[in-house]
């Protein structure tokens, strides 16, 4: 298929990577990829404002780019650096539709009628994910012995209670119970080679509990 916008026609090319402009953001998004895992999530936003701005000057001089972007063009990018702001601040308890509309130079309006055409409001896009994440954490055998309420307030839920009737509402099951069964699925995946040689925060609060006494006991030596 042809690419039809300017800028899809611009990114159809390939950039040398060797030289000028194209070294340096090459150079600076392995360093971001090699150490992104170590940043905040407020210097990762400003770590890709710099990555955006990086780009920018690295395809301002191709053949094609001083061409009008397309509306469709201009809408995708912004949706684009909303979702990447939202994924960045779902922890946040304060992010709202309000916040991500005053932060991208828009109004509410405005953000809500973009998201409308996704089939989703603002208010709903940002508890859908924090919900995904929270449901990723509870089903990490690695994470079983935090409590359920912080999950949720890693994530930006105030309120155990809300949390709870939302997850059940969204997933058909309580939090806690899904952790449960969750967890539990993954430990009978992963088989009793995997659950000795993990680590003591990878294991589940049974084999915490268990798992040293019966080694002791099993080192013993049997009664005559």
Request: aromatic share 4%.
């Amino acid at each position: 298929m042809d690419p039809s916008g300017p800028m899809d026609r611009v990114l159809a090319e390939r950039i040398p990577a060797d030289r000028g402009t194209g070294a340096i953001l090459a150079r600076y998004l392995r360093s971001l990829a090699v150490h992104g895992q170590e940043c905040t999530p407020a210097e990762l936003e400003q770590l890709g404002a710099v990555a955006h701005d990086l780009a920018a000057a690295c395809l301002a001089g191709r053949p094609g780019a001083a061409d009008e972007p397309s509306r469709e063009d201009r809408t995708r990018a912004l949706m684009a650096r909303i979702d990447t702001f939202i994924g960045h601040n779902l922890g946040d308890p304060e992010l709202s539709p309000s916040v991500v509309a005053a932060r991208h130079g828009m109004s509410l309006r405005r953000l809500q009628l973009l998201f409308r055409e996704r089939g989703e409001t603002v208010a709903a896009a940002i508890r859908r994910r924090r919900l995904e994440r929270c449901r990723e954490d509870l089903a990490d055998p690695g994470r079983l012995t935090v409590p359920v309420h912080a999950v949720a307030l890693r994530w930006g839920f105030t309120g155990a209670s809300v949390f709870s009737r939302l997850f059940r509402e969204t997933y058909g099951t309580g939090p806690g119970e899904f952790r449960r069964t969750a967890v539990a699925s993954a430990v009978a995946s992963a088989g009793p080679a995997d659950a000795r040689t993990a680590r003591p925060a990878d294991r589940p609060v049974a084999w915490i509990v268990n798992g040293p006494c019966t080694q002791r006991t099993r080192g013993r030596a049997e009664p005559s």
